[in-house]
């Protein structure tokens, strides 16, 4: 799973890095894509860091609905 966790994370980087420039040197309506893609990706790069760091830290979070 830490493959996936990295995967995650450098995605999520990617993701923000294309966003950041995407919303300034595209043309409309793409730059309002790149700007849509900035929130998704730095919650995708967050909780990959999150999860490579702390593998199970969610776990405990469905334990609580069984």
């Given at each position: 799973?830490?493959?996936?966790?990295?995967?995650?994370?450098?995605?999520?980087?990617?993701?923000?890095?294309?966003?950041?420039?995407?919303?300034s040197?595209?043309?409309?309506?793409?730059?309002?894509?790149?700007?849509?893609?900035?929130?998704?990706?730095?919650v995708?790069?967050?909780?990959?860091?999150?999860?490579?760091c702390?593998?199970?830290?969610?776990?405990?979070?469905?334990?609580?609905?069984?």
């Amino acid at each position: 799973m830490t493959i996936v966790y990295s995967i995650a994370t450098m995605a999520g980087l990617f993701g923000i890095v294309f966003g950041f420039w995407g919303q300034s040197t595209l043309k409309s309506p793409y730059d309002t894509y790149a700007a849509l893609l900035l929130p998704f990706s730095l919650v995708l790069g967050l909780g990959g860091a999150l999860l490579l760091c702390v593998p199970h830290f969610f776990t405990g979070f469905f334990n609580l609905f069984q």
